[in-house]
């Protein structure tokens, strides 16, 4: 049940019965994924992804589709402060 107190989905579609054993694992797997520390290794190679996302951003920010993005920036935040709609919430 939602916060409403609807059901969230149709009964029988998620029954407990339909679920192979491979889905079973790897549900059971992944619930408990959360509690697991991450291996040393794979903490430092996100931490250099990371890096290098940030490193490409700051190379292109002054390529051409970038200062066209830029150009564009201003009169977007014109248009969200004329349409309250667009903001997200």
């Known amino acids: 049940m939602d916060c409403r ?8 579609v998620f029954a407990a019965d ?3 054993p491979v889905m079973a694992k790897l549900s059971a797997y992944m619930s408990e994924a959360g509690g697991r520390a991450l291996p040393e290794e794979v903490v ?9 996302t940030f490193a490409a951003m700051i190379s292109g ?9 830029f150009s564009v920036r201003p009169r977007l935040l014109r248009l969200t402060r004329l349409r309250p709609s667009l903001h997200r919430k």
Not at 5 to 12: N, R, T, V
């Open 5 to 12: 107190g609807k059901q969230a989905f149709p009964s029988g």
């Open 61 to 69: 920010s002054d390529l051409p589709p970038a200062r066209a993005a």
């Open 18 to 20: 339909n679920v192979s």
């Open 44 to 52: 430092e190679k996100a931490k250099h992804h990371i890096l290098d």
